[in-house]
């Protein structure tokens, strides 16, 4: 909604790592996520986003587990959903995207997440519970590449308006299209050199990587034109 904002900490000798929530219009600290003992977020905050309604926070630490958390921010001391993004030495996960409703509808979820980093791209799609105290039904799926070559790091993730598109970015300076946890196919966005950013709205797909080069492209018919 556009009223507060969230930044991540790291683990200090007199502090867990913890989330400061602000007010944007005042900047104003509301409220810290994470305050507990013991740390409720290991290291540090990897990655971190807020559901579009702005209802809930999903954080990822720096754990072995990259552990994957929901937060109800009426409830800043426990999450309501835990779980394992990724096994191995972090930081492997370095990104936390929260799809647009439109997209979460069609999953027929109430959010739909996408975490990125070091040979991994996974889906998430979350339920909250009818009645509060309840569980949340939080399932995950890793993507599939099928016949396009893995990307080794994603960079970055965007999602198309009015459709359930997930457009992710990697090393090789290609950009990726997922649908229903596939990859569908990939179009070279950056010649040898990362693509470090995506941005998707009305006006088509927007792309900046190591070259220094931002370029808008055009979809037509399912391609992406430059």
């Not at 996960?93 to 069609?106: F, I, L, Q, R, Y």
Request: proline share 6%; with cysteine.
């Amino acid at each position: 909604e556009g009223k507060i904002a969230a930044s991540g900490q790291v683990t200090s000798t007199t502090s867990p790592a913890f989330v400061c929530v602000w007010e944007i219009e005042t900047c104003a600290e509301l409220f810290r996520i994470g305050m507990t003992q013991p740390p409720a977020i290991e290291r540090m905050v990897a990655a971190l986003a807020f559901t579009p309604d702005s209802t809930h926070l999903v954080t990822v630490g720096a754990d072995d587990r990259h552990s994957l958390k929901v937060w109800d921010l009426t409830d800043e001391k426990t999450p309501v959903f835990e779980g394992q993004a990724q096994n191995g030495k972090p930081p492997a996960v370095w990104g936390v995207h929260c799809a647009p409703a439109h997209v979460a509808s069609a999953f027929g979820a109430n959010a739909f997440l996408v975490t990125a980093g070091d040979n991994h791209i996974c889906f998430w799609t979350v339920m909250r519970p009818k009645e509060k105290g309840q569980p949340y039904d939080v399932e995950s799926k890793k993507g599939t590449w099928k016949n396009t070559p893995p990307a080794k790091a994603t960079y970055a993730v965007a999602f198309i308006p009015h459709d359930d598109m997930v457009l992710t970015a990697g090393e090789q300076g290609y950009v990726y299209m997922w649908r229903d946890f596939e990859c569908q196919g990939r179009f070279e966005a950056c010649s040898r050199c990362p693509c470090r950013a995506l941005w998707s709205d009305e006006a088509g797909l927007w792309t900046a990587g190591d070259d220094g080069m931002i370029k808008q492209w055009e979809r037509n018919k399912g391609k992406y034109i430059l």
